[in-house]
């Protein structure tokens, strides 16, 4: 089977930057991915790794370890609008996708 | 528009009642989930088609719970005699073929939302 682990709830400030952390255990593992769902919606893809390292989309950047089964998803400049739920997912057997429990941002004025 | 749809949004039933949903994926794309997501935790991964066939089912998806893409475009899940814990939101997903990259990501629909009373 597989397990991820992430914080259940996170909060910062506006402006400030933050590191939401996932450690998983999987067999068969691609890569892994970061979503994120705002309250009542659907979620969508951010960010994916399936090499070491770290990928830098615009405010977001995701690093993979891959020898340590773990990744961080890591948010600049917050804004009130990144407050929602991020979710990692590992991708596993060619094209199967799992879900951690997510973490739920706050973010404050 | 290009990307998933489901239908419907939302649906009331009463326990024992049958239910039926329906998925459209982005029309490219040759893989589809379902997921199921409670209040406060992640997609569960339910079930998973590549075109028309059916190739994992979750051990959460009991044997009330089926699942058909019968041309490889479109999806649909039947919930029978559904009961009060099958309360949910039902997520659609589809993804493109591909080794690896972000163009094989998952892209979810906005869900069905499921209360059973």
């Known amino acids: 089977g597989q397990s991820l682990e992430q914080p259940s709830e996170v909060t910062a400030v506006e402006g400030a930057i933050v590191q939401i952390n996932c450690t998983y255990q999987t067999s068969g593992f691609y890569g892994l991915s970061w979503y994120q769902q705002h309250d009542g919606g659907a979620p969508t893809f951010l960010s994916y790794?399936?090499?070491?390292g770290l990928e830098e989309t615009g405010r977001f950047s995701s690093f993979l370890s891959r020898s340590d089964s773990y990744g961080y998803l890591l948010l600049q400049e917050l804004q009130m609008k990144d407050s929602a739920s991020y979710f990692c997912a590992v991708k596993v057997d060619f094209n199967k996708f799992y879900f951690g429990s997510g973490t739920k941002l706050n973010v404050k004025p | 528009d290009t990307g998933v749809s489901q239908d419907p949004r939302h649906k009331i039933t009463k326990r024992g009642q049958n239910v039926t949903f329906r998925c459209d994926p982005i029309s490219e794309h040759n893989r589809l989930y379902w997921y199921r997501q409670t209040l406060g935790q992640g997609p569960e991964f339910l079930t998973y088609f590549q075109n028309e066939a059916q190739l994992e089912k979750s051990r959460l998806l009991s044997d009330r719970f089926s699942a058909e893409r019968p041309k490889g475009s479109f999806s649909t899940l039947e919930i029978q005699r559904t009961e009060q814990g099958d309360s949910a939101m039902y997520l659609c997903?589809?993804?493109?073929?591909?080794?690896?990259?972000?163009?094989?990501?998952?892209?979810f629909g906005q869900g069905t939302r499921l209360t059973v009373v």
């Open positions: 997903a589809s993804s493109s073929p591909g080794t690896g990259g972000p163009n094989t990501e998952a892209f």
């Open positions: 790794n399936a090499l070491d």
